[in-house]
């Protein structure tokens, strides 16, 4: 009898004589991080945990911070122009 896990298509690995769920983040598309999707990411680690971790979980961490990256630097540069 399949675990629900096994019937979702899920798969295990055996180490140690324990059978362990094979989990693995999403692929996602590696974009460019400038300073301000950097200090971002140290906010959201150290004060909004649950939400990195469901960013880091669904594959969208990266595409996340690459997007407030950019909205802070045209801020930045509509100010200073």
Do not use: C
Request: hydrophobic share 30%; charged share 30%; no cysteine.
């Amino acid at each position: 009898m399949k675990s629900i896990f096994e019937q979702l298509g899920g798969t295990y690995r055996e180490e140690n004589g324990y059978l362990i769920p094979d989990l693995r983040l999403p692929d996602e598309e590696e974009k460019p991080i400038g300073i301000w999707g950097q200090r971002h990411l140290d906010y959201l680690k150290q004060y909004r945990r649950v939400t990195y971790t469901n960013f880091l979980t669904s594959g969208r961490l990266n595409a996340y911070l690459a997007d407030i990256d950019r909205q802070a630097q045209e801020r930045a540069d509509r100010q200073s122009g």
